[in-house]
């Protein structure tokens, strides 16, 4: 699996932007599809994520009623729309496919085995 992010950009507080990932492969469908973003200086967190069938979704407790994660098998992508950005959104993304390792929670980095290659969100205060 491939994974390609895109639609980070410069943006103010309280605006909106909407993160794509385009996903090489056949298996996109039956996968687990996360969102993780990186803040300067800081570790790589769980953002959301969504089941295969788009039937379950989860997010993190900070981006919960601002962020919505959707995808489109059809289409093999992934998106996060994010409103009300708030300078602490401000971080690289990156998009995850998992790789199988039902044991592991959805917002443990380590579950997902593919990643795309991070698109920049700067949210001007």
């Known amino acids: 699996v491939q994974l390609q992010a895109s639609g980070g950009g410069l943006v103010q507080t309280g605006g909106s932007l909407r993160l794509s990932c385009a996903a090489s492969?056949?298996?996109?469908?039956?996968?687990?599809m996360g969102w993780f973003r990186q803040p300067p200086g800081k570790d790589r967190e769980f953002v959301a994520a969504?089941?295969?069938?788009?039937?379950?979704?989860s997010y993190a407790d900070s981006v919960k009623g601002r962020f919505t994660i959707s995808r489109d098998n059809a289409k093999n992508t992934v998106t996060l729309q994010m409103n009300s950005l708030k300078p602490e959104d401000t971080a690289v993304y990156y998009c995850?496919?998992?790789?199988?390792?039902?044991?592991?929670?959805?917002?443990?980095?380590?579950?997902?085995?593919?990643w795309g290659q991070g698109t920049l969100v700067t949210v001007s205060s």
């Open positions: 492969g056949r298996t996109f469908s039956s996968r687990l």
């Open positions: 969504i089941t295969g069938n788009g039937g379950v979704l």
């Open positions: 995850a496919a998992d790789r199988g390792a039902s044991g592991l929670a959805w917002s443990s980095p380590v579950r997902y085995g593919y």
